[in-house]
């Protein structure tokens, strides 16, 4: 676009001259003429065009030059125009002053002359030229300037974008690891961890507010034989299943945790009532004594519970969490699929549970244990037989027990395998004993009791280790075993057996009688001896269905090709009437008590010669 001038003159002669002037300059091909013949003509002109420069006649009827020239600057639009005005050569200088006023940016005086009117529109028309390509350039960079404003939003919505998916994404991960922390994965319910934060606001809310609140310790019974034996993936199964039976059982606002393995607790807030805990956690028990389904399985188990209460079994979280676990394993001591309430006396048999498994230790540790043994006669040559080896604990405060003052409190700390292990050897030690000494009776068995516990540990090995140390034959020990571990776990204590067995060993059933023994099982069991229980040995001769008791386990006995020995026989006519029924080894205080070995071996010498 050319720069454009503007040529404003009242008289025409005047505008065509200096029109022709223009369009006749040398460098009349940069710029455009434009001409008007008063103030309100060219006042027109400015609003419609872009001026380069503006000559403007002073002297002119209506609007003169000054007057136009002020109207023209007093527009924003054109403020900034450049006016030159044409003058008559006698214009005097103060009204040269006016123009400048005005806004003039020059004069010249009419007749113009060419040179000067060149010059002058030269610095003109390049100032315009320049104007332009500014104006150009801002547009230009306006232009740019949106671009970039436009790039700029788009990274800035990408960016955002970014940020936010970032976000969500942390979000999601950040609760994905407060899930972990805090949640069970396999159940979705609370973990120890958030439940021990609980349960301690929870006691801070029940003191303050004066509040009463139920802690419920809950394991299921045999979830580790069913788990062992339809496969973790069911164990994993019935543990969801249980869960939610017990999400099923409780209030919205209770809370359930799994605090690992089977073990789940009941945390109840603002209790109504203390019987309000019991009530719930019979309902969990019902709920969970439903057979569950687990793909073609149908299985059922039971619950045991123990119950904590706020404030009297404990005010801090260790204490309720202690109290109620403590309840909770008396229940399934008790009778599984039971409840049990916290109290002191459970305390007490805990502590005294503690001291006990220390001083079994430190028996084991200081050689305090002894075995004593006890012979066995064979009916019908009055021989021993062979002796039951029992132990004695020279307790270092309590002097002397026997087994039955300490061997259920030791099964009770677990400490029977380690225990029972320590009389394996001993036994076999003294069998070695004998054999060295010349008894003789060299090779009667010597018989030890067997710890149900001791049958998932590695028995026959231990066995065979102890004879093969103290070189004596496998007959030279026999184990006695309690009826009722062979019916909790037969196919475990059948295989068990069978191995020892099979090595030589010859095996007892104890205390036969007492427990629940069928046929079928006593069958398929490597048993050689039955030992018919003392309590029915105590009254025979004077209670009529003992004696029928007694008769029925020799006859039985006999059917399966068993040996029977009678337990606790203590006078002439209990042996009077075991004679007649025919059982074939008796074992009592009419004999002998119970006696360190070297005292036996006195008892020994004088029963071979008499
Ligand atoms: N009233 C009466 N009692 C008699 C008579 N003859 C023997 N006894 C006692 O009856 C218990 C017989 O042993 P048990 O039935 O195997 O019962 C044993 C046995 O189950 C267990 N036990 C003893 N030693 C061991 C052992 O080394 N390991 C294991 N696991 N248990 C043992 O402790 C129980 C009690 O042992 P003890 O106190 O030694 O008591 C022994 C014995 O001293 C009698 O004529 N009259």
Redesign the pocket.
């Known amino acids: 676009m050319k720069p454009k001038i503007l040529l404003v003159n009242d008289h025409p002669p005047s505008l065509l001259a200096l029109k022709a002037l223009l369009v006749n300059a040398p460098q009349a091909a940069e710029y455009e003429v434009i001409t008007a013949t008063s103030g309100a003509e060219a006042l027109r002109a400015v609003l419609d065009h872009h001026f380069a420069v503006i000559f403007l006649d002073v002297s002119m009827p209506g609007m003169d030059g000054f007057e136009t020239a002020q109207t023209i600057h007093s527009h924003p639009r054109s403020a900034s125009v450049p006016i030159i005005f044409i003058t008559a050569y006698y214009a005097d200088e103060m009204n040269r002053l006016r123009g400048y006023q005005h806004g003039a940016a020059d004069y010249l005086i009419s007749p113009v002359i060419p040179q000067i009117l060149y010059s002058k529109l030269a610095v003109f028309i390049e100032l315009a030229k320049k104007n332009l390509q500014l104006q150009y350039q801002k547009e230009e960079l306006a232009l740019m300037n949106r671009d970039l404003q436009v790039q700029q939003m788009r990274d800035l919505k990408r960016i955002n974008a970014a940020l936010e998916t970032e976000i969500l994404e942390r979000r999601q991960a950040e609760a994905r690891a407060h899930d972990l922390a805090t949640r069970d994965p396999l159940t979705g319910l609370m973990n120890r961890r958030s439940l021990t934060e609980r349960l301690e606001h929870a006691i801070a809310m029940a003191n303050r507010y004066g509040q009463r609140l139920a802690l419920l310790f809950l394991d299921l019974d045999r979830f580790k034989s069913i788990n062992d034996s339809l496969g973790h993936d069911a164990g994993d199964e019935l543990l969801r299943q249980v869960s939610e039976r017990i999400g099923g059982a409780v209030r919205e606002s209770d809370i359930v945790a799994r605090l690992g393995g089977d073990e789940f607790v009941v945390l109840m807030e603002a209790l109504p009532s203390y019987a309000a805990a019991a009530e719930v956690a019979r309902k969990i028990i019902a709920t969970i004594d439903v057979p569950f389904h687990l793909g073609s399985q149908t299985i059922k188990t039971s619950a045991s519970v123990g119950i904590s209460l706020f404030p009297q079994d404990g005010n801090t979280m260790q204490t309720l969490m202690r109290s109620a676990d403590l309840a909770m394993y008396h229940a399934k001591q008790e009778q599984r699929g039971t409840i049990q309430f916290f109290h002191e006396d459970l305390n007490a048999r805990m502590l005294e549970r503690c001291r006990m498994e220390q001083e079994l230790q430190q028996a084991l540790d200081n050689d305090e244990f002894e ?2 043994y ?1 012979p066995k006669i064979e009916a019908r040559t009055g021989r021993v037989a062979g002796v ?5 604990w020279h307790h270092p405060r309590l002097g002397l027990l ?4 300490f ?2 409190a030791a ?1 009770e700390t677990g400490m ?1 395998v380690s ?2 292990e320590w ?1 394996i050897a001993a036994a076999c030690a003294q069998a070695r004993r004998w054999r060295d000494q010349g008894l003789p009776t060299p090779s009667i068995p010597i018989a ?4 149900i516990p ?1 049958i998932y540990a590695d028995l026959p090995d231990i066995l065979h280790r102890e004879l093969r140390r103290q070189q004596v034959p496998p007959s030279s020990i026999q184990l ?1 075993i ?1 009826e009722s571990l062979v019916i909790t776990d037969t196919e475990k204590a059948t295989s068990v057996l069978r191995e020892i067995s099979e090595s030589g060993i010859t095996i007892a059933i ?2 036969f009688g007492t427990g629940y023994s069928s046929l079928s099982i006593l069958k398929t069991l490597p048993i050689d001896i039955l ?1 018919i ?2 309590s029915f040995v ?1 009254d025979l001769g004077k209670n009529p269905s003992d004696t029928a008791i007694v008769a029925a386990i020799v006859n039985m006995a006999r059917a399966l090709a068993l040996r029977v020995v009678a ?4 006078t002439r006519e209990q042996l009077a009437v075991l004679h007649d029924l025919g059982c074939d080894e008796h ?4 004999y002998s ?2 006696l360190p070995a070297g005292e036996l071996v006195q008892t020994l010498m004088q029963r071979s010669l008499a």
């Not at 026997?402 to 003052?405: L, P």
């Not at 337990?567 to 203590?570: A, K, L, Q, R, Y």
Request: proline content about 5%.
């Open positions: 075995l004593y006890q039951e080896a029992l132990l004695r026997s087994g039955g003052q061997i259920p099964s029977l225990i029972g009389v030890v009791n067997v710890a001791q006695e309690t104890d205390d030992k229980d003392q105590r337990e606790g026989v203590e074992q009592g205080y009419y008590k119970p």
